[in-house]
């Protein structure tokens, strides 16, 4: 059992619905978070799930609170069991303050005091409406009443929600929803369920999406217009994203044979002048290293984005990891420079997948972001995205009739001529070549032609994005952490309240910023959270930032950090474990 | 007057005697008198001594990786209809390293033209077997003759209902260069597998032993009849040349539905800030 906090204080409500795959938690989620957003409550929804598409257990957490939630949490206040197997599979979560509303049968349980429980015939009710297929809606019922929602903004919504569908349809989702809301109104209800906290019309206006759909978005602000991929969980939703919103947005989607033919299409796409994305995960972008490779060499544009998930191999496919960020930045024979970027926040993914698109093409480099399945399936509010920032920098030139693909210059970037686009001739070869693009084993023009793939790497490092110091500026302690752990560790520090203690976030995890040295150097002592066993990033920082940090923080169950998970892993460390 | 395509003295890095000298050679007087742009081709090879030959014409050319021509050729029409895509490479390359992606290049059906120059080995690693190779013959590694049932492109072309199938002979110049002119017309996907000796490395076929085991389909072949074309591919004692199956069909990038509206290729379109707002305003979930 995790610790309880207390209901009187609370500043916001976690409910955990569970149930089998194909049961229909995703909707209970999808309606749940929408109808609380729509209220004006801030919320945040992620989930686990096994890699199965019928049975099993899966679960979603939802926080709802009058202030920014944006953060998975351990703590369960409501748990919502679909069926007879879930309450066991979260049962480590379960303590006294734990109220569970479910069908009888369901909540029965040893495990549960009787006075926590909240007993609702979904079935039942929902076969006397239609049939049980409106029972999920039935429980979004419930959940809305035992929280004190308005009814009728409930009822407006589930309306809306299912406008497409017929009137029947329509007419009995309304009546489940309502039925569910009264149901739980005729029973005693534990104090302190409805929500005390304000809701606000700003949130109203807000975005809710998911981490998928911000990479997606922001492909498209990046001025992404082709996609190649191979479904591989976690990255799927990026493909099926651009894929939903291609035609209306002017992306060419396609569903590639292999990871190799996804990345070769995006290569061949960008050298014909296209602005091309792949996404995968693990053994995808494993296959995929070759043509990483072929980008480096041909010097062409190309924007990678990585969902990790645990490896090695198919590992655990619906789970999340950061444990890619080694293969990311070493993937690829040969010696080629590279972008590595790893936001953190909803608002990072749209920024910097945008900025990989534009610094892909600025340097001829592939560019990575690197997300993993934690930030891929969280959805929360966000107040909106920085449109303004939306200019797709191109560095295509029209080339000239003596035009060299590889022409030497200072800063190793030559200018991107793309055929069909000028009077020149654009040749690029995977083997070594000369200025032209022709095959050459001049040793001497080798030599040179490193030198000139190299020093993008050194100009690059202009575009740097600076690590995100939060907290005390004279801190004395200093948690670093990467990725999609920013808001967790955020929230864990807070909590812990500590006035010496700062956190310091990368989103671009390679090439380091060069503060990073001084920013570590500066404090006592340093502790690296992470999702990996080995301590993938803290290793980038030894070797590239040339300072240990003292401490390694890190989890590979293949769940996400909660925030307990961090607060307790840092007092550990303070007390020496 | 000079052919557009022609280099001039360059070092060619093929044996004398080699049958990619007369595809070299057939290729760009096809070229020239189809009146192609030599800014408008674009040549698409993978890794091999057949692979080189983008680097004997002037053209645009993206020469990737070993067996992976194929993709980006698609890619490269998709984004940009209006160049000529050729995506040329050897039998290994192609249907050995690259075999998954010459399945699905003919079910994605992109306008480019697929020449396969297929001498039955491998040249660049210097003489095992390739997938074209017949059984029984004997190489460095394959010591014993080769086990395997040669593969075979036009067979599996055409079962996978390709839009345009045919076969050519090095040797022979003139005829190939018809059956090269019209792969490069048609729309959509065209496989040009040509047979094509490997002095050094394949002493079995030869100039003289494709001779011997040739023939041209004549006008009683109904290039429209799938079986049939499908029975004369699968013949093995005398191998017939010429266009064995044409299937016209809607190619990969129109039915993309990319250009339906608007005809300009991807590098010359902006981002449409208008609809991305309005996609991102849907995320405020009002309904």
Redesign the interface.
Known sequence: MKDPRGTATRRDMSIVLCGQAGQGVQTVETLLT?IL??AGYHVHATKEYMSRVRGGANSTTIRVSGKRVSALVDRMDVLVPLNAGAVAHVAERLTPQTVVVGEREVVADEAIESNRTLAVPFTEIATEIGGKIYSNVVAVGAIAGLLGLDPDAVVA?VR??F?KKSEDIVANNVKAVRAGYDAIGKLDMPAGLRLSFKPSAKV??????SGA?AVG?GA??G?C??V?SYPMSPSTGVLTFLAQ?G????V?A?Q???E???I??????S??????LVTTSGGGFALMT??VS?AGM?ECPVVIHLAQRPGPATGLPTRTEQADLELALYAGHGEFPRILFAPGTLEQAFDLTQKAFNLADKYQVPAFVLTDEYLMDSYYNVK??D?SR?K?ERH?VKTAKDYRRYELTKNGISPRG????G?G???????EHDEE???TEDLDVRVAMVDKRLAKGEALRKDIVRPELIGPKDYKKLVICWGSTYHVVKEALAELGRTDTAMLHYSQVYPLHPSTADLIGKARKTVVVEGNATGQFRKLIRLHAGVDADEGLVKYDGLGFTVEDVVEGLTAIDKGR | MMNAFEMGDIDI?WCPGCGNFPILKTLKETLAELQID???L?M?SG?GQAA?I??YL????????HG?A???????K???P??TVIAESGDGDMYGEGG??F??CIRRNPDITNIVHDNMVYGLTKGQASPTSRRGFKTPVQVAGVILEPFNPLAVAIALDASFVARASAGDREQTKEILKRAIRHKGYALVDIFQPCVTFNKLNTYQWFKDHVYYLDDSHDPSDRTAAFARATETDRLPLGVFYVNPKDSFEEN???YRRDER???Q?????K???S??DT?????
């Open positions: 929408r957003k729509t919504y809306r929600y406008a109203k206006d807000e975005l809710l999406l759909e978005l498209i602000a001025g217009n082709f190649s919103h035609l209306e947005q002017g060419l396609e590639a044979e292999d190799i033919a996804a070769n299409m995006a290569i061949g796409a050298y014909a002048g296209a602005r091309a070759e043509g072929l041909l909106g995205f449109l939306t797709t295509i793309i055929p069909g686009y009077s001739l654009v040749a690029v070869d995977s083997d693009g022709h095959i | 890095a030599p800014k408008q674009v698409v890794i080189k983008p680097h002037k053209c645009h050319f993206f020469n990737g990786l992976r194929l993709p980006p050729a698609t890619a490269i998709a984004v940009n209006r160049l998954n992606h399945i699905h993309t539905q990319m290729p991807l590098h379109r902006e981002v449409d800030a609809k991305l707002a996609l991102i995320f405020t979930m009002a309904g």
